[in-house]
């Protein structure tokens, strides 16, 4: 149930185009879901997160859509770009602790 | 420029060694998380303390891994007897307890041969 599933593993898209990364999770209870961003050989970085009172975040290009009845969230990147390439992952949170990472999706944006 | 801070970056040991980890959170926060992050297992939560008292570590084997919070600036994560499998970067985190934003380090990467 602290389980946090995310697909696709890894995603190539072209200079321009959206990406898109999905998350699913089973614990109700969870109040916090941010995504993370992680370049080779740094720590996560956060990027943008929601609480389940709302639908959609955006900030600049990255843009949160989440549906609580499905129980998934997603990461959308728009007008992607090469220096957008790195690791991101999802995770959901209760009280602001009892953290729980989804596996992760390596993103490689070409030029 | 605040930043959560780690040392050793990086460590090579033998089995059966000890290790020790050191954080060092950003100025003023209140909440300290270790994490592990390997490509089996992707990101861990091993410990989690709030004001140096530890609230979790339900994640952290017990017989060989020990969280502690000597100080508000000072969080170690140790390993004592090192064993192959521990290999991974280990990961320091903090915040500012309510708010759910963590900050990490840059991680330690440790291999035990």
């Known amino acids: 149930q602290q389980q946090v599933k995310q697909s696709p593993q890894s995603l190539i898209v072209q200079k321009g185009g959206i990406s898109i990364i999905n998350c699913a999770y089973e614990?109700?209870?969870?109040?916090?879901f941010p995504w993370y961003q992680q370049f080779p050989g740094k720590g996560p970085a956060l990027l943008i997160a929601i609480r389940p009172d709302v639908s959609e975040k955006k900030e600049g290009r990255f843009t949160i859509s989440f549906n609580k009845s499905a129980k998934q969230f997603s990461l959308h990147i728009m007008d992607s770009q090469p220096g957008d390439s790195a690791t991101y992952f999802c995770?959901?949170?209760?009280?602001?602790?009892?953290?729980?990472f989804g596996p992760g999706t390596r993103l490689s944006v070409l030029p | 420029d605040a930043r959560v801070t780690q040392t050793p970056r990086h460590k090579v040991t033998e089995m059966g060694q000890e290790v020790t980890m050191r954080c060092q959170p950003i100025l003023g926060h209140n909440t300290v998380f270790w994490y592990r992050q390997t490509m089996m297992q992707g990101l861990e939560l091993l410990a989690y303390f709030r004001n140096r008292a530890p609230l979790d570590d339900s994640g952290m084997p017990k017989d060989r891994f020990s969280a502690e919070m000597p100080d508000a600036t000072l969080a170690t994560l140790k390993i004592q007897p090192s064993e192959p499998r521990d290999s991974a970067v280990y990961f320091c985190?903090?915040?500012?307890?309510?708010?759910?934003?963590?900050?990490f380090g840059p991680g330690t990467r440790l291999t035990v041969l």
């Open positions: 985190a903090s915040g500012l307890y309510p708010a759910d934003t963590q900050y």
């Open positions: 614990n109700t209870a969870f109040d916090y």
């Open positions: 995770a959901a949170s209760l009280y602001g602790q009892n953290f729980v």
